[in-house]
């Protein structure tokens, strides 16, 4: 079985990844090797099936979210989000450290992208937090764990990459990346309180109700897209396509006419850069596509599926695998690929073991967010450490309370399917 051509392709694609080569050059190798080993597929499907996997509307919707995080941290939006956040949570003690959180929260729900929220909040939060005698590495490691709501609450890029590949409805997996998203915000507050008290550090001063009037203002209108967003989508009213063109949109607006913190030369670099990085996203859908179709023309993914229930036909033992195996391949393949790739390999063993697809979603993507956190990927953690002038190396000690606390954030989903299930059942 394992000589068979796909499973050839398979070994190969895994051992590029381990070996650290570009996603982009991975899956162009690996398709360039399929057409060598199999006659059978016919220059036509090389060509037609690339396209027909990116010929897709909802892929359009992830390149207009990324356009309105990319504004909207060019816009220092952020900046007004800190403010506010400080307002709620300041007086607590460690009150840097929980608006560091919080502030993630908000603007994960603007951004979509765990490396935009990263940049955005750490390059303000950081130094803030050293100023104020918090050790570089514990703030890089809440920035950086703190981004990873960015790919769990909408309009998350990885739910809108899983509706596209499983098939599966957008407005179903926003509502249940909430409650996930807000779980692992408490957990991550808790544990930053924890080490707070424990360690000493400062509060921002008490809490005032006119403060939180005052900041909130200011912080309403960005506050707005997301409502906006989520209000749309969830009611009916537009597509998850026509969302993301208000966003870029909206977000535009606020940068350049409200705020004035964008000029017009700004602007134009910020749509090369989304346009960059849309181009690079549709190469590794077009590939992933091609690779996709082929492994379950050749039955891989029931291989897989009959390997793994070989091993032993208990539900929960199966969960447990599938969670292992998708953290250990997030330490790997960053979010957009590994989607790409593993979905179609593993929802039909969970489409067999009646996994919700909804639930499987937001499994799959806290599994991957918090394999991101480790080497050798980690693209969120380089940012964190490259604003804090730091090695991974120090940063890792301090990360540790925190994964654990976003791998109880996964053990809690795995074990209650309600908390992404029940949202959806409740408002769709």
């Keep these: 079985m394992f000589l068979e051509p796909g499973w050839i392709i398979l070994i190969l694609l895994v051992t590029l990844l381990i070996a650290g080569l570009p996603i982009a050059f991975v899956l162009g190798v690996t398709a360039a090797v399929m057409i060598l080993l199999d006659p059978g597929v016919v220059p036509q499907i090389m060509g037609l099936i690339p396209f027909g996997g990116a010929n897709n509307y909802l892929l359009v919707a992830a390149l207009l979210f990324m356009i309105a995080g990319e504004i909207m941290n ?58 104020r005698g918090y050790p570089a590495a514990f703030a890089a490691a809440v ?18 990459l899983y509706a596209y590949v499983a098939n599966t409805s957008i407005a179903e997996l926003f509502a249940a990346g909430i409650l996930p998203g807000f779980l692992v915000c408490g957990l ?27 900041t909130g203002k200011d912080a309403a209108i960005p506050l707005t897209l997301p409502i906006l967003v989520l209000a749309g989508i969830l009611g009916g009213i537009f597509t998850a396509t026509e969302a993301g063109a208000i966003a870029a949109f909206w977000s535009i607006v606020l940068a350049m006419l409200v705020y004035r913190t964008v000029k017009l030369g700004t602007l134009v670099d910020t749509l090369r850069i989304a346009g960059k990085r849309s181009a690079m996203l549709m190469f590794i859908v077009a590939t992933s596509t091609l690779l996709g179709w082929y492994l379950t023309n050749q039955r891989i993914p029931q291989d897989i599926a009959q390997a793994i229930l070989g091993i032993s036909e208990n539900y929960w033992v199966v969960l447990l695998a599938i969670n292992v195996f998708f953290l250990l391949a997030g330490t790997i393949i960053h979010g957009t690929p590994a989607i790409l790739m593993l979905v179609p390999i593993f929802l039909p063993l969970a489409d067999q073991l ?25 693209s969120v953690v380089l940012i964190t450490c490259a604003i804090a002038k730091i090695s991974i190396a120090k ?6 309370m925190f994964i654990a606390a976003m791998l109880v ?4 989903v795995n074990l ?10 409740v408002i769709l």
Excluded: C
Excluded at 147 to 159: G, R
Excluded at 395 to 400: D, G, H, Q
């Design 354 to 378: 009646g996994i919700d697809r909804v639930h499987f979603g937001l499994i799959l993507t806290i599994n991957l967010g918090i394999g991101q956190q480790t080497p050798p990927v980690a």
């Design 74 to 131: 060019q816009g220092r939006i952020a900046e007004k989000l800190i403010a506010f956040a400080s307002s709620l949570v300041g007086h607590i003690r460690g009150g840097l450290a929980h608006v560091n959180i919080l502030t993630s929260l908000f603007f994960s729900e603007i951004s979509g992208t765990a490396t935009s929220d990263a940049a955005a909040i750490g390059s303000v939060m950081i130094p803030q937090m050293r100023k």
């Design 143 to 160: 920035t950086s764990t703190s981004a990873t709501m960015a790919i769990i609450v909408p309009p998350s890029l990885n739910l809108i």
């Design 409 to 412: 954030a996964l053990l809690l």
């Design 416 to 425: 209650i399917p309600a908390l992404s299930l029940w949202l959806p059942s």
């Design 395 to 400: 940063i890792v000690p301090s990360m540790l």
């Design 188 to 214: 991550l507050m808790g544990t930053a309180y924890i080490i707070s008290v424990k360690r000493g550090y400062p509060t921002e001063g008490a809490f005032s109700f006119a403060r939180v009037i005052e």
